[in-house]
T-cell receptor, first 112, second 111 residues
Framework: EAGVVQSPRYKIIEKKQPVAFWCNPI?????LYWYLQNLGQGPELLIR????????DSQLPKDRFSAERLKGVDSTLKIQPAELGDSAVYLC??????????FGPGTRLTVL | DAKTTQPPSMDCAEGRAANLPCNHS???????VYWYRQIHSQGPQYIIH???NNETNEMASLIITEDRKSSTLILPHATLRDTAVYYC????????????FGAGTRLFVKA
């Protein structure tokens, strides 16, 4: 069974540039999560989808971050414009409702 | 959602049992205890979860105290590959649950 796929694995951009991350969840998983992880800290939830609906986006900085999950499968997380403080690992996870989450390898973003 | 308290780091000798504690004194009656681990440069990996009873799977055992205010994750025979950050989380299964990761416990397994 294929796991959660994320791309790219690494991204280096200059500040004020846009950036997008892509996530393909495990087949059949209706719940998808985006997390941000700073160095030495645990993941922090940015947004949670159940199918196409964002059911928890309270921690998503909506002035510069956006996300979408068209057709309830793949998801894209975008930052525009990126700031130096956005440098972190962005993790995607998926699950069936009420079960354990399966995480992808993450995208490491460096903003210069 | 309840928060958890874990020691920042622990050491364990290879082949010995690793016992990782977690305090969750404000856990509510319908919140589960979950454990994940994160090996360097990888995403977190699910280990085990439980509500009231002790649980065991191929990876670990979870011991939950009778009052549910604390739990212990046991890796029965730690190997070098078990060196990772271990996260204890409490959460609901449905509804408006949040999965809140703390800083976790960094476990070093030494040869």
């Amino acid at each position: 069974e294929a796991g959660v796929v994320q791309s790219p694995r690494y991204k280096i951009i200059e500040k004020k540039q846009p950036v997008a991350f892509w996530c393909n969840p495990i087949s059949g998983h209706n719940t998808l999560y985006w997390y941000l992880q700073n160095l030495g800290q645990g993941p922090e939830l940015l947004i949670r989808y159940e199918n196409e609906e964002a059911v928890d986006d309270s921690q998503l900085p909506k002035d510069r971050f956006s996300a979408e999950r068209l057709k309830g499968v793949d998801s894209t997380l975008k930052i525009q414009p990126a700031e130096l403080g956005d440098s972190a690992v962005y993790l995607c996870a998926s699950s069936l409702v009420g079960t354990e989450q399966f995480f992808g390898p993450g995208t490491r973003l460096t903003v210069l | 959602d309840a928060k958890t308290t874990q020691p920042p780091s622990m050491d364990c000798a290879e082949g010995r049992a690793a016992n990782l504690p977690c305090n969750h004194s404000t856990i509510s009656g319908n919140e589960y205890v979950y454990w994940y681990r994160q090996i360097h440069s990888q995403g977190p990996q699910y280990i085990i979860h439980g509500l009231k009873n002790n649980e065991t799977n191929e990876m670990a055992s979870l011991i939950i105290t009778e009052d549910r205010k604390s739990s212990t994750l046991i890796l029965p025979h730690a190997t070098l590959r078990d060196t990772a950050v271990y996260y204890c989380i409490v959460r609901l299964h449905t509804g408006g649950f949040k999965t809140i990761f703390g800083a976790g416990t960094r476990l070093f397994v030494k040869a």
